[in-house]
């Protein structure tokens, strides 16, 4: 099972990404999805999350920015980042709570990481 992130990049201020990120594999059931995100010389901090049946969670300083969403159908989950600010700069992780067979036990992963930076 790998998680495939997509979609950073450089923007402006003000500008807008979307994020993507896909599981595959051997999948029975994905349940939380999200993303985190790190700077250099911090700890990984939660950016948003979101369960299965839609119920989403934000950090506190992207709330009214940005939207967490998912594709149940393709294990993918979305995060559209609008108001981009310079603080936002990170490399974006990808994590998702994976059941790769029925009554197996979920396991929680991570993608590889995709780098936003936005310029002031």
């Known amino acids: 099972v790998q998680l495939q992130a997509s979609g950073g990049g450089l923007v402006q201020a003000g500008g807008s990404l979307r994020l993507s990120c896909a599981a595959s594999?051997?999948?029975?059931?994905?349940?939380?999805m999200g993303w985190y995100r790190q700077v250099p010389g911090k700890q990984r901090e939660l950016v948003a999350t979101?369960?299965?049946?839609?119920?989403?969670n934000y950090a506190d300083s992207v709330k009214g920015r940005f939207t967490v969403s998912r594709d149940n159908a393709k294990n993918t989950v979305y995060l559209q980042m609008n108001s981009l600010k310079p603080e936002d700069t990170a490399v974006y992780y990808c994590?998702?709570?994976?059941?790769?067979?029925?009554?197996?036990?979920?396991?929680?992963?991570w993608g590889q990481g995709t780098h936003v930076t936005v310029s002031s």
């Open positions: 979101v369960t299965s049946g839609g119920t989403t």
């Open positions: 594999g051997s999948i029975f059931r994905v349940d939380t």
């Open positions: 994590n998702a709570d994976i059941v790769s067979r029925r009554f197996y036990p979920s396991i929680n992963r």
